[in-house]
T-cell receptor, first 110, second 113 residues
Framework: GIQVEQSPPDLILQEGANSTLRCNFS?????LQWFHQNPWGQLINLFY???GTKQNGRLSATTVATERYSLLYISSSQTTDSGVYFC????????????FGKGTLLTVNP | DTGVSQDPRHKITKRGQNVTFRCDPI?????LYWYRQTLGQGPEFLTY????????KSRLLSDRFSAERPKGSFSTLEIQRTEQGDSAMYLC???????????FGDGTRLSIL
């Protein structure tokens, strides 16, 4: 099946700093989503981005499908941005299930 | 759009008991998915429904697990004779069609004593 690798596994920032999270995948995809899992376990949809670039406030994402990677940018980080960020893809011959990476644990300190 | 709803939020039970979880997808979403997440890992796919038909099951879904989606609306996931290893967060998601984003519920956290 398709493989998803996220980096870095852990990231500690001071409030106000910017960061870039990366997601590499091993096969062509027809769906790619970024999620934020908060400390209560809720998975929040950030972006549906199988290709191209999107922006939502302080967050933006870019997927370069031909090179099999996606980037999530967080600018002017806030303590509420803390949590785990997951990249999940649907592809590699599957048109139904999402395969998740192991996530990036982000801690934003005040 | 009220989002995906899961019930209960938490379930604590003794080993060997049966448990059942419910998921109500976003209305008009044809596809419904179940995932399981253990501590420190990303969610893993368990099974998926297109309307009322269960079209795919992961090898993670042992014969103690069964899922249904009667009439293509809500879905239930039952675990029989629970084991310690079943302790996890069980997540439900729904989507309108293929190549559409999946929307997740808040999950049911299962703890086996």
């Amino acid at each position: 099946g398709i493989q998803v690798e996220q980096s870095p596994p852990d990231l500690i920032l001071q409030e106000g700093a910017n960061s870039t999270l990366r997601c590499n995948f091993s096969d062509s995809v027809n769906n790619l989503q970024w999620f934020h899992q908060n400390p209560w376990g809720q998975l929040i949809n950030l972006f549906y981005i199988p290709s191209g670039t999107k922006q939502n406030g302080r967050l933006s994402a870019t997927t370069v499908a031909t090179e099999r990677y996606s980037l999530l940018y967080i600018s002017s980080s806030q303590t509420t941005d803390s949590g785990v960020y997951f990249c999940a893809v649907e592809g590699g011959g599957s048109n139904y299930k999402l395969t998740f990476g192991k996530g990036t644990l982000l801690t934003v300190n005040p | 759009d009220t989002g995906v709803s899961q019930d209960p939020r938490h379930k604590i039970t003794k080993r060997g008991q049966n448990v059942t979880f419910r998921c109500d997808p976003i209305s008009e979403h044809n596809r419904l998915y179940w995932y399981r997440q253990t501590l420190g890992q990303g969610p893993e796919f368990l099974t998926y429904f297109q309307n009322e038909a269960q079209l795919e099951k992961s090898r993670l879904l042992s014969d103690r697990f069964s899922a249904e989606r009667p009439k293509g609306s809500f879905s239930t996931l039952e675990i029989q004779r629970t084991e310690q290893g079943d302790s996890a967060m069980y997540l439900c998601a729904s989507s309108l069609e293929t190549n559409q984003p999946q929307h997740f519920g808040d999950g049911t956290r299962l703890s086996i004593l």
